[in-house]
């Protein structure tokens, strides 16, 4: 669920680890990491207005960015809403950050 991003996967394992110590278990189980990632797709919900969804669609539907509304575009890759992930046998293409993805 970090789509990737080491500062996401981080941030999702400290607080599924403080959440962990909070409820007295040795372990982060399925009902934690659920909890957090929850929280952390509210968190993301609550910033997403309808044309950054738009965008965010328009985007997932061709797997590049368009360029009619290049500032939204521009601020969902800044705010790793929008990811842009590449190799050598596809080039580069572009997807949401799977804690979007059910937002939309």
Same mark, same amino acid.
């Given at each position: 669920?970090?789509?990737?991003?080491?500062?996401?996967?981080?941030?999702?394992?400290?607080?599924?680890?403080?959440?962990?110590? @909070?409820?007295?278990?040795?372990?982060?189980?399925?009902?934690?990491?659920?909890?957090?990632?929850?929280?952390?797709?509210?968190?993301?919900?609550?910033?997403?207005?309808?044309?950054?969804?738009?965008?965010?669609?328009?985007?997932?539907?061709?797997?590049?960015?368009?360029?009619?509304?290049?500032?939204?575009?521009?601020?969902?890759?800044?705010?790793?809403?929008?990811?842009?992930?590449?190799?050598?046998?596809?080039? @580069?293409?572009?997807?949401?950050?799977?804690?979007?993805?059910?937002?939309?």
């Amino acid at each position: 669920m970090s789509g990737g991003l080491m500062r996401d996967f981080v941030r999702s394992f400290h607080e599924a680890a403080v959440a962990a110590l @909070s409820d007295r278990k040795e372990r982060i189980d399925l009902v934690i990491a659920q909890k957090v990632m929850n929280q952390h797709r509210e968190a993301r919900n609550l910033e997403l207005d309808l044309k950054h969804r738009e965008a965010l669609r328009t985007v997932l539907e061709h797997g590049f960015l368009t360029g009619r509304q290049r500032e939204v575009e521009e601020a969902l890759l800044r705010s790793t809403y929008l990811l842009v992930y590449s190799d050598e046998s596809s080039g @580069s293409w572009f997807d949401a950050h799977p804690e979007v993805l059910p937002l939309l």
